[in-house]
């Protein structure tokens, strides 16, 4: 029998689909301003940063009383390119999702060594509860909580890719710190400047513009390879990467480009790219609920929905105003795009868990 879920997700691809040439245009352009921009050593001097050197912080004051500048239009108008970026992955992810939970088939030997390592590496992905559903849910007959587990993987994938210091993750808390300890003092120009040169400079030492998206794509597969050992499948890395690597590739590069162009680019504001926590409760303010909020009273009496994964990202940007007037340091942010959730009620819509049962965000796990 077809739930709402099912349809509500077949609702979704059909949106995607008629969205799909504008999307394929914004991606055919940003494409375009990269190709031009060439290597990441000649960035400077491609057409990509002069349309967005008027962003830049002047070197000194003399230069900034003799350029008179829009900042707030400016600031719009890269909003439009950085919310293209944003949609261009969450479409490239929901393509590929879809794609591969439409080819996945159930193996009938499971190699429960591979299962149970691939299972490790899934709670790490994508949380305990997900890992649980994909093992525990027969998905012959509707795959719905594999394009949800994929969608979730991917996208927090992305996010971390985009939200990089140095793609160093012991390094990240000290970045970090010390640029939320700088905006309590100094001016956005202060600290976008700071944290363009630490960005760019701590990647030249570590990589020296050595291409990332091979590698990248590859743990990608890996992560997509996993969720599918998990949900009974059988497909190797190797051929997940070969079989969908245009995409993949898309998925990365694109992600790497906004990391550069947010994290080194613009220096005027900050763009931060928004996932949603699991278990977290729904807050229609921050997030938006994929399936338009007709499944989330589905469960028990009581029930607070909550998040179970995060299926398209957001997007925030956050300025800092020397007169602005409120409790955070005179840092104003402003939502531009809503994440999109799966609340943890579609497991009831389903079927997978009895009103009876307790919640999945909150259940343990089984061993």
Not at 76 to 85: E, K, Q
Not at 202 to 211: E, G, I, M, T
Not at 346 to 364: C, F, I, K, N, Q
Request: hydrophobic residues 40%; proline residues 4%.
């Amino acid at each position: 029998m077809e739930g709402l879920a099912r349809t509500e997700l077949r609702k979704q691809e059909e949106a995607l689909k008629e969205q799909e040439a504008v999307v394929l245009a914004q991606r055919e352009q940003i494409l375009s301003l990269q190709s031009q921009a060439g290597d990441a050593h000649t960035v400077s001097q491609s057409p990509l940063s002069d349309a967005f050197e008027v962003l830049r912080a002047p070197e000194d004051a003399s230069s900034r009383h003799a350029e008179f500048v829009d900042v707030g239009s400016t600031i719009a108008s890269y909003d439009d390119v950085v919310l293209s970026m944003v949609r261009t992955l969450n479409f490239e992810i929901s393509e590929v999702a879809s794609q591969v939970t439409n080819a996945f088939r159930v193996t009938d030997t499971p190699d429960h060594d591979n299962v149970n390592l691939a299972f490790e590496r899934a709670r790490e992905a994508v949380g305990p509860v997900m890992a649980e559903l994909l093992e525990s849910i027969q998905h012959q007959d509707d795959p719905i909580i594999v394009d949800i587990a994929l969608k979730a993987d991917m996208v927090g994938f992305a996010a971390e890719v985009a939200s990089a210091w140095d793609f160093q993750h012991q390094s990240r808390s000290v970045f970090t710190g010390l640029y939320k300890q700088m905006r309590r003092s100094e001016s956005q120009s202060v600290c976008g400047q700071w944290r363009s040169r630490a960005r760019k400079y701590s990647k030249q030492c570590l990589y020296n513009s050595r291409d990332l998206v091979p590698g990248f794509s590859h743990q990608l597969a890996e992560r997509i390879a996993d969720l599918l050992t998990v949900a009974g499948g059988s497909s190797a890395a190797e051929d997940i990467h070969a079989a969908y690597a245009p995409h993949l590739e898309t998925i990365i590069r694109t992600a790497l480009d906004l990391q550069r162009i947010t994290g080194e680019e613009v220096v005027a504001c900050d763009y931060e790219v928004l996932t949603a926590r699991f278990d977290e409760i729904f807050d229609s303010e921050q997030m938006e609920d994929i399936y338009n909020g007709e499944i989330a009273a589905t469960g028990p009496p009581g029930t607070v929905p909550r998040v179970l994964s995060t299926a398209d990202l957001g997007l925030r940007r956050s300025q800092k105003v020397a007169d602005a007037v409120d409790d955070d340091d005179g840092v104003t942010t402003t939502m531009l795009l809503k994440p999109k959730v799966v609340l943890d009620t579609v497991v009831y819509e389903l079927g997978l868990v009895d009103e009876e049962d307790a919640s999945p965000s909150t259940a343990e796990p089984s061993a």
